[in-house]
C-alpha cells in the first residue's frame, strides 16, 4: 500500500491511499472517521489499522472518500514526523566524500553506523520549493532511502527490526556544504548544514511491497537522481553497508523509538553534488528542478527557489 497525507481543496490534510488510475482515497472520509485524519495518528496503532485500510480496499464503498489526484495537493506523506535520524551507511559516499577532501577512511566506520539528528520541523513533500539559504552558496541534494518506524521498541536489535518498521520513501537530505564545512571544523554539526529542508515522498510504502526486491542485507532497487532533466546519480540500495536493522539496533540501543520516526540512509554512492565534483555539475541554485528516483518509491521533485529575507 502506498499511504500519503493529501491536501483538498477546503484546505483540510487528511491521510490516505494512492490508488490505481490517479486515484486517493481519504482513509477518515471512507471509514467515516475510524481511521484517523493524520498519518502520526495511523502510526500509534499501525497493525490494526494496516488492517483496517486493507479490508476497505478490499471492499466496495463506492466513491465515498475518493478523489482525483489531480483535484488534491500531495504534501509530505509524514509531515510532522516524531523525530528524523539520518545515518551514514553507503560506503562509496562515505569514501569518496572524505577522499574529495583529502582525507582517508576512519576504521570506527566499519565499527558502528553513526547517524545525526536534522530537523524534523522541516520536512517538505513532492513539489514543494525549497528555499535557497541566504548564506548559502553551495546547494547540494542527497539521494537517499529512508524507513519510517511503525511501533514502539527499545534495544530492538537487528534481526527483529523489519517488524518495527511501517514502510520506506525515498529522501533527499538538502545540504548547505558551505555552511556545513564551516561548522564542522569545529567539531560539531552537520546540524546548520542541513536543517533548512529536507524532502520525503512521494509515499510511502508498506514493507511488504518491499519483499520481492530483497537482496543480501537491503533491496536491489536503482536509485537515480537528475538535474533539470540531467540523469547526474546513479547507484542501488543493495549496496549499503549497514542494513536499516543494523541502523535500527543502533537508534534503539537505550533509547525508545516511537511510531512516525524516520530513519534516513545517508547517501548513495555517486548521490550527490561533493562527490561528483563541481566539475560534473556546479552547485544547485534558484531555479533549478532535483527529481530523485528509486524503483517502486517514485519520483520525488522540487524546485530550489530564493529565500526570501
Not at 18 to 32: G, K
Request: hydrophobic share 40%; with cysteine; glycine share 8%.
Amino acid at each position: 500500500m502506498k499511504f500519503v497525507t493529501f491536501e483538498k481543496m477546503d484546505g483540510k490534510s487528511r491521510a490516505g491511499l494512492l490508488l490505481e488510475n490517479d486515484l486517493v482515497l481519504d482513509l477518515f472520509e471512507a471509514t467515516q472517521g475510524e481511521l484517523p485524519e493524520r498519518l502520526i495518528d495511523f502510526l500509534e496503532n499501525s497493525d490494526s489499522n494496516i488492517n483496517r485500510a486493507a479490508k476497505l480496499l478490499a471492499s466496495s464503498n463506492g466513491d465515498r472518500g475518493v478523489y482525483p489526484l489531480k483535484k488534491v495537493r500531495l504534501k509530505a506523506p509524514l509531515p510532522e514526523p516524531r523525530s528524523f535520524r539520518d545515518f551514514y551507511a553507503f560506503e562509496d559516499h562515505v569514501k569518496t566524500a572524505r577522499e574529495n577532501r583529502g582525507l582517508d577512511m576512519i576504521p570506527e566506520w566499519y565499527q558502528i553506523p553513526v547517524f545525526y539528528f536534522s530537523n524534523h520541523l522541516a520536512i517538505k513533500g513532492p513539489g514543494c520549493e525549497i528555499s535557497k539559504p541566504v548564506e548559502c552558496q553551495w546547494l547540494d541534494y542527497e539521494l537517499e532511502m529512508a524507513c519510517v518506524i511503525g511501533k514502539q521498541g527499545r534495544n530492538i536489535s537487528a534481526e527483529e527490526a523489519e517488524d518495527y518498521i511501517f514502510g520506506y520513501c525515498i529522501l533527499n537530505d538538502w545540504s548547505a556544504r558551505d555552511l556545513q564545512r564551516q561548522e564542522m571544523k569545529v567539531g560539531l554539526g552537520p546540524a546548520k548544514g542541513k536543517d533548512f529542508a529536507t524532502s520525503i515522498g512521494p509515499w510511502i510504502l508498506t514493507k511488504d511491497e518491499l519483499a520481492p526486491f530483497k537482496a543480501n542485507k537491503s533491496f536491489d532497487l536503482t536509485m537515480k537522481a537528475r538535474v533539470n532533466g540531467k540523469l547526474l546519480s546513479e547507484g542501488n540500495v543493495k549496496d549499503i553497508y549497514y542494513s536499516f536493522g543494523e541502523m535500527i539496533e543502533r537508534a534503539s540501543a537505550g533509547v525508545t523509538l516511537l511510531p512516525g520516526e524516520i530513519i534516513g540512509s545517508g547517501t548513495v554512492g555517486s548521490g550527490c553534488i561533493l562527490e561528483l565534483g563541481t566539475e560534473v555539475h556546479r552547485w544547485l541554485k534558484p531555479g533549478d528542478v532535483v527529481e530523485l528516483e528509486i524503483d517502486t518509491l517514485g519520483v520525488l521533485k522540487n524546485k530550489i527557489v530564493e529565500e526570501q529575507r
